[in-house]
């Protein structure tokens, strides 16, 4: 099927979240003009091999690159990619992204957070579930746990649903978890924090 992603693709509203110790998040869509500079912010998370920060930064600086040179990834078009950057400040303070498989079907790509103990990864899910399923239309939601903290803090709260034949891989080759609209619509008021501005 072809897809004109230059119609289904849109920037998230911007929204601004207050975090536990009182600072301000603004969280906006990354432009392509902003992929150096968000890579560079995230360098650190690189050598921080607790939690596996490493591995899901290395692969989420991949995918700006593969957006950057409009080069697919896991199987889904580079034109489907977005990113959610979390500031404050202007400083970034984490970032979580993701791709279509089809214009119903999103595939959850990674989050991550640059300051651990402010809830910023847990904010910032449900801001691409909003992304997903409430902005660009999504009906279900494909995504994998690729550590144990992000299965215990991401998705055993949110009810996500593990596909009960092991068999069902996600684009990473881990066990396959899912989520609908119904699901979401049904999650996000108590979830989703902070207000558009
Ligand atoms: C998963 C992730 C996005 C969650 O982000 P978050 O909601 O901001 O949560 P934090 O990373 O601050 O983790 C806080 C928890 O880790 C523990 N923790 C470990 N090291 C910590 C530290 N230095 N400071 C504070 N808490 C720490 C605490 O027990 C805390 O538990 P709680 O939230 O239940 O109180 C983030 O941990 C992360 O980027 N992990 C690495 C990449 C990853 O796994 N991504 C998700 C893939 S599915």
New binding site residues.
């Given amino acids: 099927m072809e897809v004109d992603w230059s119609k289904i693709m849109k920037p998230y509203p911007t929204r601004s979240i207050t975090l536990p110790n009182g600072d301000e998040m603004i969280v906006k869509s990354m432009t392509k003009d902003e992929i150096e500079e968000v890579a560079d912010a995230l360098i650190s998370n690189l050598t921080y091999h607790?939690?596996?920060?490493d591995l899901?930064t290395s692969e989420m600086i991949t995918e700006f690159y593969l957006w950057r040179e409009n080069r697919p990834m896991w199987g889904c078009p580079a034109e489907s990619h977005f990113n959610l950057v979390g500031r404050v400040n202007g400083k970034v303070v984490?970032v979580t992204n993701g791709v279509l498989k089809d214009p119903k079907t999103g595939c959850s790509l990674?989050?991550?957070?640059l300051i651990?103990?402010?809830?910023?990864?847990?904010y910032l899910w449900p801001c691409k579930l909003e992304h997903y399923f409430d902005v660009l239309g999504i009906e279900r939601l494909e995504a994998s746990?690729?550590?144990a903290?992000?299965?215990r803090?991401?998705?055993a709260t949110y009810g996500f649903t593990v596909m009960p034949f092991p068999e069902y891989r996600s684009h990473f080759g881990t066990q396959l978890q899912v989520m609908t609209k119904q699901q979401w619509d049904r999650i996000k008021a108590g979830k989703l924090a902070g207000e558009r501005i």
Wanted: hydrophobic share 40%; charged share 20%; aromatic share 8%.
């Fill in positions: 607790k939690d596996l920060f899901v984490g990674h989050t991550t957070t651990r103990g402010l809830q910023i990864g847990a746990a690729e550590s903290i992000g299965g803090k991401l998705f």
